[in-house]
């Protein structure tokens, strides 16, 4: 009895551990930074998965440019 309770603990509890942590019902998207020198140099990070008010926040955020440096976010 022991055995099948906690066989079937782990079935339900295996397949949620794997589920993405983004909610299935908010909006998402890959975002990347993207880092332009001025000189024609441009350096892009590693896409992120972003979801919900993140996302809104990193497409609605206005470039930042130090010195010659500018660095955005480039969702899709």
């Known amino acids: 009895m022991k055995k099948r309770n906690i066989l079937l603990a782990l079935l339900i509890i ?14 998402c998207g890959n975002c990347k930074l993207i880092t332009d020198d001025g000189n024609g140099n441009v350096t892009e990070g590693t896409p992120l998965p972003v979801c919900g008010e993140s996302l809104t926040e990193k497409e609605n955020e206005l470039p930042v440019t130090v010195g010659n440096t500018t660095t955005y976010w480039e969702c899709y």
């Open 14 to 27: 295996f397949p949620l551990s794997i589920v993405p942590s983004c909610d299935l019902l908010d909006e």
